[in-house]
């Protein structure tokens, strides 16, 4: 009996030893949880019921243009915080705050009479005069943090490439959004005590986690020559009633962009936000994001890539009557009267398209293909902005003889301007194909360069083809259709385009676009510059008219801004008078402007010339381009 008692009282000390090593180990565990695993958490939710934190939000790096020039800095503005608890004169608060800051009182006063809610934001992007002139009243539960909100100096200059932010000064389009990780910065906060009611402790004292600013960003632009662009695409889109004008300025060595205006456009300093249309169509960048069908501008392209594969030679002829029978069908040339007999010097100078499309057939699909994707059709360039279309080429296997043809001239072929004017800047460069770009670099606050950009180049062409079609180029400006964008005393190269436009499948009867590329100088070209016109509004539609102008005189206001000599003696300009056409022929107008050293694009289809620009008994600088109407 006395053994059992004996088990019975082990039996109970082990199990009171078992429940106290258990209970010891299970207050152990939950401190070890409550201390390490969930410390934490449980810090960050004790201090939000005795902290108050306003954030210090980081200012955005500035964004410089290539000299130094700021294109986009900062501005101090204030955010308006209130916490209802803590508001003493609910009433005089709401009215106050409304008043300045154009807010509904009676909106603003129940959002203070919410007890429930901690805190409300007030408002953002208040100036800093507002902000300063409320905080000075000392409204009891009202605070203020100061933020910061871009600021243009150049406000309507680059819309579409720099972008914008949103209320929180976080990147929202253009290169704001596509750098947002290094401009944005890392916010700070600032903390203070407050009882359960959120009315600060007496004595408090506010800790500070200062916010680190965004990165510096230097761009390719240069901001004078983003101004010789601003002024040439507001002056034509208005001369020519067009529905838009644009231009794209280009480092043909480096890829480069130097400048890129768009108009209609709007201003960064007053955007429409509350018009998501109008600012949606604005702000598109629709020389990196839309297509079109370039013309005559791409045969370019076919030019080199014949030259380059060797199946053209300078002593090669191409007959012109006015149109080339392909598949059985008659595609017309541009001069329906016909260019004649001509070597491809005067096909290029003369924009034939049945030289294009007889070089085009020579090149094959297969070969002409492989030329354009090397010189980055159908395909993105690799430019630092978001959403860049890669343009349209057709399926290589679906492509029918007709088709090679209509491409070799600029038709049925679709690109962004930007892959144009990168294109030819690998055709006239020396035949290296170039990444377009914008930021060369950006560096931190404490001035760690956080990227620096190293321009990469790819040969797609020789040397000597890339030297043959500048020489061809150039003969379009000094001698061809491209003779309003010479500038006297500079070689300048580059060639005309004007397409037709299409809407839902289908030609758009009178709508155009029209182009003009040019590149200088050519000796050593630095330049390139790509105008488009968008829909002119009368028959003078040509690029030659239209657009080549407005590109030599960005030229000449470049030359003169980088100090560049002239590099050939400037003869002194020799005019004829402009005859009367009115009832011609357009083989008897041909021969007459021909006659006088004019150069001449024929408007319309028909027998019969009804008008001309400039119209008879105008003095005409002989070489120039004039066009006539016909019907």
Known sequence: MKTNGMMTTRKRLLIGLVSIIFLFTALCGRLFYLQILAGGELKERAAEQWYRDLPLRAKRGTIFDRNGEVLVENKDVFTVYARPRAVADKAGAARALAARLKLNEQALF????????????????????????????????????????????????????LGYTNVDNRGQTGLEVYYDKYLKGVDGVSLTATDNQGVELKNNVTTYVPAIPGADMTLSVDLHIQAFVEAAIDAAKEEWKAKSASMIVMDVKTGGITALGITPSYDLADIPRNDIDLLNAYSKNTMIVDVYEPGSTFKIFTTAAAVEAGVVGDKDTFHCGGYHIVDGQRIKCWRTVGHGTQTLAGGVKNSCNVVFMTLAQRLGTKRFYEYL?????????????FAESGGLLMKEEQVKTVDLARIGFGQAVAVTPLQLIAGVSAVINGGYAVTPHFATGA?????????????????????????????????????????????????????????????????????YISSFVGYAPAEDPRYAVLMIIDEPGTYAYYGSVVAAPYVGQVFKKIFDYQNIPPSTAVKPAEYVEMPQLYGCTPTEAA??????????????????VTDSLPIAGTQVERGDVVIIRVS
């Not at 090397?374 to 690799?382: P, R, S």
């Not at 500048?470 to 397409?499: N, Q």
């Not at 007459?592 to 019969?608: F, S, V």
Request: no cysteine; hydrophobic share 35%.
């Open 110 to 161: 129940e959002k203070l009479n919410k007890s429930a809610v901690s805190e409300i934001t007030v408002k953002k992007g208040v100036d800093f005069e507002t902000g300063a002139s409320l905080r000075d009243m000392g409204l009891a539960g009202v605070y203020f943090s100061v933020d910061s909100a871009r600021s243009y100096p150049n406000s309507t200059y680059l819309p579409q490439v």
């Open 591 to 608: 021969r007459a402007l021909k006659n006088l050293g004019l150069q001449y694009e024929i408007a319309g289809d028909g027998k019969t």
């Open 373 to 385: 994707r090397a010189f980055g059709f159908g395909a993105k360039t690799g430019v630092d902005f």
């Open 443 to 511: 560096a931190d606050p404490y001035g760690t360069v956080l990227f620096e950009r190293v321009p990469e180049t790819k040969r797609v062409l020789s040397e000597a083809t890339s030297q043959k079609m500048a020489a061809l180029l150039e003969a379009v400006v000094a001698e061809g259709s491209g003779k309003k964008a010479s500038v006297p005393g500079y070689r300048i190269g580059g060639k005309t385009g004007t397409a037709q436009k299409y809407e839902n499948g289908a030609i758009a009867q009178g709508k």
